[in-house]
């Protein structure tokens, strides 16, 4: 006997296709009018206790359903399911996550940046610090990752250095396994770093450009007032050649679709269409260091608009669509105990948005980890299958609640802390599946 997932999603499209897209696996996929139908009957027989009664092809579909969790057996509880998955990563003790800082300095001044004209590198002090923390909870530990933040991360490459050696030794000691990656302005990213870093697993940058190159020479200037987005898009196309790399895209008012288009024409022209990631994400005043642009910023609701406009010029300009609505088991790392961002003083916080803000600091590397202090708890405590809002919504595994810290520092309702996901995901998923026929047709073509 099998129960139809709370979490299924049913539109129609075209030819008289339907999607089919269920929140908890990612599953998407399309059906003809026929199938549509059957699944409708199947549905009523299953609500109705009639599931002695079904034919042979329904028997199929059932079983097709089942594989793709748009269907599960009736004896499970896919909220308890589901909620056993999210605290075992809130809990998990076999991977730490650390988000290291090894310099607040930067080469660039962003208008909007909260990082301001902040100084300091990691002391001696404070990476052995870092390295004696991993090395006390190494016993059962499978993996340790870093994401290298700042500032501007690759102007401390030597502190990079000097961790990631220490720790790549230490896994081989201890039996854990050792994974990067970094967030980066790009304008370092040359050659010769590059191939450092993946000498040092450094698996995938995040490059930041705010626009073609007239906007993003504006908004991210360099310190010295020169401008940086050629020199960044040289160092992306030898880049693509040795690591992963996401180009993340900040938008604000001052973005149409002529501009997107402009920056894809961009990328296009220096042969990057089909070698990078690209994904936009919303500018927000989400300190008080920023809240000078917070007149710039969408709301959600018109983001959420934009983003879908936005992912239609990536299909018509040829890009990949790579922002997929897929399942998560925790927001971020705020949620997950054994995560941790560490500036260079040694000051661990719970979000990126914290850094450099010292009343949300929870404690420093250098002394005993205390689980009990506020900015730990204030962070950490708030849990989706608390909240009636949450446990009813039909995208609640690729959500999980949303951001903990708009939750907690920002005066928003429960509809604008959602993802945009609960907007457009209708519109989303024409997108995606077009793009899917695409890739498909291309293939089909080699």
């Not at 290298?148 to 000691?173: H, N, Q």
């Amino acid at each position: 006997m099998h129960k139809l997932s709370k979490f299924n999603h049913f539109q129609k499209w075209q030819n008289g296709h339907y999607i089919a897209y269920n929140a908890r696996s990612g599953a998407v996929a399309l059906m003809t009018e026929d199938n549509y139908r059957s699944y409708l009957n199947l549905a009523e027989k299953l609500s109705n206790g009639s599931a002695a009664s079904l034919t042979p092809e329904e028997q199929t579909l059932l079983e097709q359903l089942a594989y793709g969790r748009f269907a599960y057996p009736a004896e499970y509880d896919e909220h308890d399911t589901l909620k056993f998955i999210h605290n075992l990563h809130r809990y998990g003790t076999e991977t730490i996550g650390l988000i290291l800082a090894p310099t607040m300095n930067c080469n660039m001044a962003c208008e909007y940046c909260f990082e301001s004209n902040k100084q300091g590198r990691m002391s001696t002090q404070v990476i052995e610090g870092i390295l004696a923390f991993v090395e006390k909870k190494a016993q059962g530990l499978r993996n340790v990752d870093i994401n290298w933040y700042g500032g501007e991360p690759l102007l401390a490459m030597d502190i990079i250095e000097d961790i990631t050696e220490s720790l790549i030794e230490m896994g081989k000691e201890k039996d854990f396994a050792y994974s990067s990656s970094m967030i980066t302005n790009g304008y370092l990213l040359t050659p010769e770093n590059v191939d450092k870093l993946v000498k040092l697993k450094v698996s995938m940058a995040q490059i930041t450009l705010d626009g073609p190159k007239r906007f993003h020479d504006k908004k991210r200037p360099l310190k010295n007032g020169k401008s940086s987005f050629e020199k960044i898009l040289e160092n992306i196309s030898y880049a693509v050649t040795k690591m992963a790399v996401g180009i993340r895209v900040n938008i604000d008012k001052s973005f149409d679709d002529a501009v997107i288009g402009e920056l894809l024409q961009e990328l296009t022209d220096a042969g990057l269409r089909e070698k990078v990631a690209i994904y936009f994400g919303q500018l927000e005043p989400a300190s008080e260091v920023c809240a000078n642009i917070s007149e710039s910023c969408y709301n959600a609701n018109e983001y959420s608009n934009a983003e879908v406009s936005y992912f239609r010029k990536l299909l018509e300009y040829g890009f990949q669509i790579l922002r997929l609505p897929s399942p998560v088991t925790v927001y971020c790392m705020a949620q997950i105990t054994n995560a941790y961002l560490i500036d260079p003083d040694g000051d661990i916080y719970r979000c990126y948005n914290h850094v450099g803000d010292k009343s949300k600091v929870m404690g420093n590397i250098l002394n005993p980890i205390n689980y009990e202090h506020p900015n730990f708890t204030r962070m950490f405590g708030f849990s989706p299958f608390d909240s009636a809002f949450c446990r009813e919504c039909s995208i609640l595994p690729i959500c999980m609640g949303g951001c903990p810290a708009k939750r907690i520092d920002r005066e928003l309702d429960d509809e604008e802390l959602c993802e945009t996901w609960k907007r457009n995901l209708e519109s989303m998923l024409e997108i995606i599946v077009q793009s899917k026929q695409r890739q498909a047709a291309s293939v089909g073509k080699e």
